[in-house]
């Protein structure tokens, strides 16, 4: 069954610097997400992308974050100047279509720790 | 804002026992939909069932079922037969279905599920 992928499946990044985190999303699907989790803590939306552009965000979605579909199969999750707080899981998920009836598809996750 | 309660951080359950993990919500949308999402310690979050709130039956795949109280907003999991590959950490989580309406998934805190044999 085809899956969500993710790389790295940990990376340990200075404070202050820039990070980049991998997904290869199932072939066909349209719709792409990135959700973060902080240790202890719920399972939180920060992004939605579809058609090359972002449809939705999350107020913890600001500035120091982007993301980009730089060719056919990835999506990728930057953040530009790390901070101590942007240490959680973070988990790519794709669906084929945006509406309810399509789920979500999630990756094994990112576990990023700032130092 | 909608949000999603598991108050319960650890279970733990006999092999072939049942198990019921709690989930409520709170929301002022009446049309919405309700997951149950197992992350095994593999990682990767796979998604077990889906409750329409305009349906009143209960979903049911499986060992797995849901006890649907939308006036109590409350979204139970039941898992039957309880299995060693049950274990898990296992997620609730909410999406609107208005028209128009975001895709985000908003979830639960998580419940682990430990099974004994």
């Known amino acids: 069954e085809p899956e969500v992928t993710q790389t790295p499946s940990h990376q340990v990044t200075q404070m202050g610097q820039e990070v980049i985190l991998r997904c290869v999303p199932i072939s066909n699907h349209l719709y792409f997400y990135w959700y973060r989790q902080i240790l202890g803590q719920k399972v939180e939306f920060l992004v939605s992308f579809y058609n090359n552009e972002i449809s939705e965000k999350s107020e913890i979605f600001d500035d120091q974050f982007s993301v980009e579909r730089p060719d056919g199969s990835n999506f990728t999750l930057k953040i530009r100047s790390t901070k101590l707080e942007d240490s959680a899981m973070y988990f790519c998920?794709?669906?084929?279509?945006?509406?309810?009836?399509?789920?979500?598809?999630f990756g094994d996750g990112t576990r990023l720790s700032i130092l | 804002a909608q949000t999603v309660t598991q108050s319960q951080p650890e279970m733990s359950v006999q092999e072939a026992e049942t198990v019921t993990l709690s989930c409520t919500y709170d929301?002022?949308?009446?049309?919405?939909?309700l997951f149950w999402y197992k992350q095994p310690p593999s990682r990767q979050m796979i998604l077990v069932i889906r409750?329409?709130?305009?349906?009143?039956q209960n979903a049911t795949e499986n060992r797995f079922s849901v006890n649907f109280q939308k006036a109590a907003k409350s979204f139970s999991l039941k898992i039957s037969d309880s299995q060693l590959g049950d274990a898990a950490m296992y997620f609730c989580?909410?999406?609107?279905?208005?028209?128009?309406?975001?895709?985000?998934?908003?979830f639960g805190t998580g419940t682990l599920l430990a099974v004994q044999p």
């Open positions: 929301t002022s949308e009446s049309d919405y939909y």
């Open positions: 998920a794709s669906s084929l279509l945006g509406t309810e009836d399509q789920p979500q598809h």
């Open positions: 409750q329409e709130a305009y349906k009143q």
């Open positions: 989580a909410y999406r609107s279905a208005w028209g128009g309406a975001t895709n985000k998934l908003i």
